[in-house]
């Protein structure tokens, strides 16, 4: 297992960077790094593991080889999960090994928490996985992973933008929001909308 193979998987704002060993029809294992490291993190521990398992190691989002998020975007931890629901989504993962080390272990627990059908095994190194008040579990599971998968769903239906003629450009906006006048709504536009050949 002492051969690897770099990986790049697309974001919005750039790449997420991981490097791979072992055969890729083998049973996946996405192992996340720990603060202000990188993939490298695993170097000498892939070789000691069972061969027949497909490893990935990814750069965390301005880690390693990964694109660093716009200048004033802070990273949030639930960023970092985040990125290993792109990374999965990438890779077309339905159910996978999460091995985290320090800080990858708590992004991992928190991963598990909320998709835990996408989980099989959870291996920490070194890390207290993620932990929560148990009244707060319910309500903070629901909101956090809607989130989640509405930015995922968003993104994958990114297209370029429609062009409209003002005066249905004016319509959507109205229908949209039933408490504006067309008035109103003209007004918004003028500093809302740019008028491109297409209209």
């Known amino acids: 297992l002492g051969m690897f193979s770099e990986l790049k998987f697309p974001v919005p704002w750039g790449h997420v960077a991981a490097k791979a060993w072992g055969p890729s029809e083998g049973h996946p294992v996405l192992c996340l790094h720990g603060w202000l490291d990188n993939a490298n993190t695993f170097d000498r521990l892939i070789p000691l593991l069972p061969r027949g398992c497909y490893y990935v190691a990814m ?9 660093h998020r716009p200048a004033g975007c802070p990273y949030h931890f639930l960023d970092y999960v985040t990125d290993v629901r792109r990374v999965a989504a990438a890779l077309q993962w339905r159910r996978f090994t999460l091995m985290g080390h320090s800080m990858g272990g708590a992004v991992a627990g928190m991963f598990c928490f ?45 297209q370029t933008p429609k062009a409209r003629s003002p005066e249905a450009a004016l319509q959507r906006l109205l229908e949209a929001n039933s408490h504006l006048t067309a008035e109103g709504g003209a007004i918004l536009l003028q500093r809302g909308a740019t008028e491109t050949p297409a209209g």
């Open 59 to 67: 750069d965390f989002s301005g880690h390693g080889l990964s694109s």
């Open 114 to 158: 909320l998709y835990p059908e996408m989980v099989d095994k959870l291996i920490l190194l070194e890390s207290l996985g993620f932990l929560l008040a148990p009244e707060d579990t319910e309500a903070w599971l629901k909101s956090k992973r809607r989130v989640i998968d509405r930015l995922l769903s968003l993104e994958a239906k990114q």
